[in-house]
């Protein structure tokens, strides 16, 4: 399979267009979109071929208050935390779109699943995770590429997440998301607006020893 010049061109206007969603339109995705978005998700790395990802789309109303509950109280210890220099530009992020986010998704790493029995996991156990990492960034830019806004909330407490989503006592948190159509498209990056700090060139984080 040969890309087009064309494609490679698009793929990275995609990359360059993706943004962490807060601000969504309150009305539904489509029947099967978030399907679908999930499907596409499936064909991320993961080491052995564990595909150790773990997905629950929260949808009860009451579940989903425990969550904004969690973020409030994280939110405000955060902003506590704060240098004192920080804190008033801190207090005016938006950093979630829990409310308004029409599909809320939990995501877990199953570390009890024997699948790949172990394989590539025996020296760093964390590579299961980070084959969950590769499967949300494939999510989000497959939500992106159809015009699907997402957002990765994690002031949270896990446990609450855990409990809010029924999860499995092997199932560890790793990532809270928000999924929507996004109420504007931009650019640049929500922190780089609001002047918290800037997207720095990659070739500063090279080097050749
Ligand atoms: C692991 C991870 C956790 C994040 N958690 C939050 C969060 O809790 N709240 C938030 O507003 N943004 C969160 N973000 C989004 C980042 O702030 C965002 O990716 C960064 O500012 C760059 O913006 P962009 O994704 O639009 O390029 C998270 C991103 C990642 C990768």
Redo the contacts with the bound molecule.
């Keep these: 399979m040969e890309f087009s010049a064309t494609f490679q061109q698009e793929l990275d206007e995609l990359f360059h267009w993706?943004?962490?969603v807060?601000r969504f339109q309150t009305r539904s995705l489509p029947d099967g979109l978030l399907s679908e978005l999930l499907e596409a998700t499936g064909s991320a790395p993961s080491v052995g071929l564990s595909e150790p990802w773990r997905f629950v789309e929260i949808v009860d109303a009451e579940r989903r208050s425990r969550v904004v509950e969690s973020f409030e109280r994280c939110n405000t210890a955060a902003l506590e935390a704060q240098d004192p220099a920080d804190a008033d530009l801190y207090a005016r992020?938006?950093?979630?779109g829990l409310r308004e986010a029409p599909t809320h998704l939990a995501v877990f790493c199953d570390e009890a699943d024997q699948k790949s029995r172990g394989l590539g996991q025996s020296v760093m156990p964390e590579m299961r995770r980070y084959s969950v990492?590769c499967a949300v960034m494939q999510l989000w830019l497959a939500a992106r590429a159809r015009g699907v806004g997402m957002?990765?909330?994690?002031?949270l407490e896990p446990e609450v997440v855990r409990a809010a989503a029924s999860a499995r006592k092997d199932w560890v948190l790793i990532?809270y998301l928000c999924l929507g159509w996004p109420e504007e498209e931009h650019l640049d990056?929500?922190?780089e607006r609001a002047g918290w700090?800037e997207?720095e060139k990659v070739a500063k984080r090279v080097s050749r020893v």
């Excluded at 992020?93 to 979630?96: F, S």
């Excluded at 957002?151 to 002031?155: H, K, Q, R």
């Design positions: 993706r943004r962490d807060r992020l938006k950093l979630e990492v957002g990765w909330v994690s002031i990532a990056c929500e922190l700090a997207r």
